[in-house]
């Protein structure tokens, strides 16, 4: 867990909007048309969808995978891998637990909070179609090639 919390922790913006947003849906984007990656990709804040995309191969299947990784980030505050550590693997303690069902939560990897310094959670970024821990270091590799290319959006 205390590795999931530093890779949470390493990529907290100072400043985060529509653009940043754009960025990040380009760079994946690119990567699942060059690579023919059969996923959807969204990134959203609480209020709205921010970018959007649906590749060749992708289904709406992916489409629900994607609205369930959103509520599981915006329900806890972190990454769906930080969570299925945090219930074990286990979704049925999730439910248990916290009162969540299959039906609008996962724990399967892919989905990744977008925190905001000063403010906390502002949005999440989801990929779904690839392995669950494909989806999770798409996304990974994303940030990495946005803090390379723009430091200043990160504390």
Known sequence: MDEILLEEQSFVFSTFNALTALEIGKFLTKKAIDLKLPIVIDVS?????????????????????????????????HSTKWTAGKVKGDSNAMH???????????????GFPVMLTQMGLVGCICVSGLTEQEDHNIIIEALNNLKTSSPKLFV
């Open 45 to 77: 804040s609480f209020q709205q969808c921010l970018y959007h995309f649906a590749a060749v191969g992708s289904s709406s299947n992916n489409e629900k995978f994607i609205r369930r990784k959103r509520n599981t980030v915006f329900l806890f505050s």
């Open 96 to 110: 248990q637990r916290y009162g969540t069902n299959d039906a609008d939560y996962t724990i399967l990897q892919g």
